[in-house]
């Protein structure tokens, strides 16, 4: 919003403070005038015919927003190019709803109450702008009916919220890797309510320092006591996994390992929740005794486990420490020593997907031996503080198994990968990285490399040296870059036998950089005899 008449140029754009990230008009001196009471689009895109039907004209946006939230500021120029001058406006803004703007009230507009989250809200249903989704750019904003966060109207008596308290709100069930919908549809979780209370103002998030999504109704938001509260991403059951339960939606994604999941009024902690990994498809139960957690067994909608909206069933008998169930009977865990494990395989740089999403590794079973407890790294110093993997039941496996561990389990999104066995957290570096598993402070193999790593292929152990003493240097023999395709066109053998290094193409065939192909011949004219020294 323009309160004054202006001139745009030079003003610097960005997110984080202090990192410009864009200057307007930088490589044009036209004036880039503008009138108070207007109202300006930045665009990524000023084609309407791709950026949805926004309205004429736009100026360009030169970065991303981020759509789980995240700071935005305008200056003046600064000194240079990348420092900016006084500041006129900044704000920030959680995670947003997908086909909707976030938007600040008409009667707010000034720097100081757009840092008031209360002030903002989502666009309604009927304003729709271009191709459909909603919003008023370039208009006034609608009004955002801005709530009294003291109050909330009790069936047409305003009274005060009753906040909950410590105990009031338990975390009961979360799931963060739904199997049958994608993530950012059908991740969920619960809370038991202990009291009757006001779920008003209530905060959300992954971890309690960062706040994602604040609970704001002009209604008294009342849960009774006894009762369980659903929160997920989507309240279509045909969208979230078949879900027969939500009350509450939120936008913020929950992360597969090294996660957390908290609520709290005022700053003030009433229940959280972390967990070290995950399974896909199975939601993390607590027991009703309120201590152990379990992986849920009941299945609900389109296939996946959990109870949303239920009381949780009891975790059954939880084995003693250093044991697991193998088939509801406890047994000793058998972990892997020095060389049981051998890393086989690992992609440090996918080609169709993003890093964060595609990014594997695989290990090769030599004994047989529980995976109970162990620990990824991406060197072996930094083991010591890895998550361990943490089941009651016995993760076994067997001399040969292919063991695949990668960063996302849905294979729309990890570029065609076979069934993930296990998540990991941390990043593969392109080069100068490693790969280390341990199990408590045994290190059980452990995998360098200096080399930029090929795009799109991965490094592959050849067959004929499984053994954790001959692959410590990926950069050299038994080592090389795989050859065979997989999932959307990486290149590589997740989960399965690797291909023997140093193999000669098949005939007829020739070798493109590891890849067989068939040669391109010449057709007459390709080649010309253009220059020769005969003496």
Not at 276 to 301: E, F, I, K
Request: proline share 9%.
């Amino acid at each position: 919003y323009v309160g004054a008449d202006v001139d745009l140029n030079r003003l610097t754009l960005g997110k984080d403070p202090g990192s410009v990230l864009q200057i307007l008009g930088s490589d044009d001196p036209t004036c880039m005038s503008v009138a108070a009471g207007s109202y300006i689009v930045l665009a990524r895109n000023s084609d309407a015919a791709a950026n949805g039907g926004l309205p004429e004209p736009t100026y360009p946006l030169g970065f991303s927003l981020t759509n789980s939230g995240g700071p935005l500021w305008i200056a003046l120029p600064g000194p240079d190019d990348v420092t900016p001058g006084d500041l006129l406006d900044e704000t920030s803004y959680g995670a947003s709803k997908a086909g909707y703007t976030h938007r600040l009230d008409p009667s707010q507009l000034n720097p100081l109450a757009n840092d008031d989250p209360m002030n903002w809200c989502d666009a309604d249903d009927a304003e729709v702008y271009g191709a459909g989704d909603h919003g008023t750019p370039g208009a006034v904003n609608g009004s955002c009916m801005i709530v009294d966060p003291n109050l909330c109207n009790d069936g047409g008596n305003m009274r005060a919220p009753v906040a909950p308290g410590p105990g009031d709100l338990v975390i009961t069930e979360y799931m963060p890797d739904p199997k049958a919908v994608a993530d950012a549809s059908g991740e969920w979780f619960e809370i038991l309510v202990n009291a009757d209370v006001d779920l008003n103002n209530l905060q959300l998030g992954k971890q309690p320092d960062k706040v994602e999504a604040t609970l704001l109704s002009p209604d008294c938001l009342k849960v009774s006591a006894g009762s369980y509260i659903v929160f997920a991403h989507s309240d279509d059951p045909m969208v979230n996994g078949g879900l027969p339960q939500v009350d509450f939606t939120f936008g913020f994604s929950l992360v597969n390992s090294t996660g957390g999941i908290f609520a709290g009024i005022n700053d003030m902690v009433i229940t959280e929740v972390d967990y070290p990994s995950s399974t896909s498809g199975v939601a993390a139960s607590l027991d009703p005794n309120m201590v152990d957690w379990c992986q849920a067994v009941d299945p609900y909608g389109l296939g996946d486990l959990g109870t949303p909206g239920m009381a949780n069933p009891m975790c059954g008998m939880m084995p003693p420490d250093n044991q697991c169930l193998d088939n509801g009977v406890p047994r000793a865990i058998v972990p892997a020593d020095v060389g049981d494990l051998v890393i086989s395989e690992f992609l440090a740089d996918p080609k169709v997907v993003s890093d964060t999403a595609g990014e594997w590794f695989e290990v090769v079973a030599t004994k047989a031996v529980d995976l109970n407890g162990l620990k990824s790294a991406k060197t072996s110093d930094l083991l010591a503080n890895a998550p361990a993997l943490v089941d009651e039941n016995c993760l076994a496996v067997m001399p040969g198994d292919h063991i695949l561990f990668a960063h996302e389990t849905d294979t729309l999104l990890n570029g065609g990968l076979p069934p993930v066995d296990h998540t990991f957290g941390w990043s593969l570096t392109n080069s100068s990285g490693g790969v280390a598993i341990g199990v408590g402070n045994v290190i059980v193999d452990t995998v360098t490399y200096a080399k930029t790593q090929a795009a799109g292929k991965t490094t592959a152990l050849d067959p004929g040296s499984y053994d954790a003493s001959l692959n410590d240097n990926a950069d050299a023999i038994p080592w090389c870059v795989a050859t065979q395709p997989y999932g959307d066109g990486d290149l590589g053998t997740p989960r399965a036998e690797n291909a023997v290094c140093g193999q000669e193409p098949p005939p007829g065939q020739c070798d493109d950089n590891g890849q067989p192909r068939d040669p391109v011949a010449p057709t007459p004219g390709d080649l010309v005899i253009s220059e020769f020294m005969a003496n």
